[in-house]
């Protein structure tokens, strides 16, 4: 298994990462990532200050990216609006 991996695995195990560390992970910047749980697209808990997003909610992103956010939204894409009409 490859060091990254290595290293994802170790993190997962302990149960929850901290927000910082899910940036990292999916390579993305801390703000990006703070945005995301404001926005509702990853679930986390805030412990002492720090965000803690949960494993099982990882490998639910990593497998579905932000479809959460989708499913939330009713699921559907709204139809195409014309300006003729």
Avoid: W
Avoid at 8 to 30: E, P
Avoid at 43 to 61: H, L, Q, T
């Amino acid at each position: 298994m490859p060091k990254a991996e290595n290293n994802i695995a170790a993190l997962l195990s302990r149960g929850f990462v901290s927000l910082n560390k899910f940036a990292q992970m999916i390579d993305v910047t801390y703000p990006t990532a703070h945005r995301m749980y404001n926005r509702g697209e990853i679930k986390g808990i805030r412990v002492g200050g720090v965000i803690r997003v949960y494993s099982d909610e990882i490998k639910r992103f990593l497998n579905e990216g932000n479809a959460s956010s989708v499913e939330s939204a009713g699921g559907e894409i709204p139809p195409a609006t014309s300006s003729d009409e």
